[in-house]
């Protein structure tokens, strides 16, 4: 029978407490990089829209309901890449109708954070970004979520099709 010679070394209290600690740290890592990459990254709407894109929120959502135009609302994210990529393309909407003759009486373009308010979005059903709605007028139910492509035209067809006269 064999016999061992060299002893097994046991970890020592400040042994394991350094190794405990590396391993956490390890595990702890992927985290702050990614909390650190979703701080940097985060899209500043605010800068990025023109004055043709109202912003909502939940305190005045119900007055801009009820004012007797068709509101289309999107709904985003500050984190939201595909919303960043968007921003441009819904502001370029909220001019076009806002150029309209036949758009800029009967349609309300608007913008609403999904992360602030998210009470509104989640009394409405919607589970993610970008979401774009289309109200009737005077109502703040009976939405139309527009499903088509990310371009001006696709979009204003949509609102045109949808927004009665």
């Known amino acids: 029978m064999l016999k061992m010679k060299r002893r097994v070394n046991r970890l020592k209290p400040a042994r394991l407490l350094i190794w405990c600690l590396f391993v956490v740290s390890l595990l702890a890592f992927p985290y702050l990089v990614y909390s650190l990459t979703l701080h940097l990254i985060r899209f500043n709407f605010d800068k990025e829209y023109s004055p043709n894109v109202l912003p909502l929120t939940s305190k005045n959502y119900t007055s801009v309901c009820g004012s007797g135009k068709c509101l289309l609302l999107m709904f985003y994210s500050p984190f939201c890449g595909i919303c960043a990529s968007f921003a441009p393309v819904y502001d370029t909407v909220g ?11 009967r349609v309300l373009v608007s913008r609403m954070n999904g992360v602030e308010d998210r009470r509104v979005m989640d009394a409405m059903g919607v589970r993610g970004y970008p979401t774009i709605l289309l109200f009737p007028p005077d109502r703040c139910e009976g939405w139309v979520e527009y499903e ?7 979009v204003l067809a949509f609102v045109a099709a949808n927004c009665p006269p």
């Open 95 to 105: 001019q076009l109708v806002q150029q309209s003759e036949q758009l800029a009486d």
């Open 148 to 154: 088509g492509r990310h371009n001006e035209s696709a």
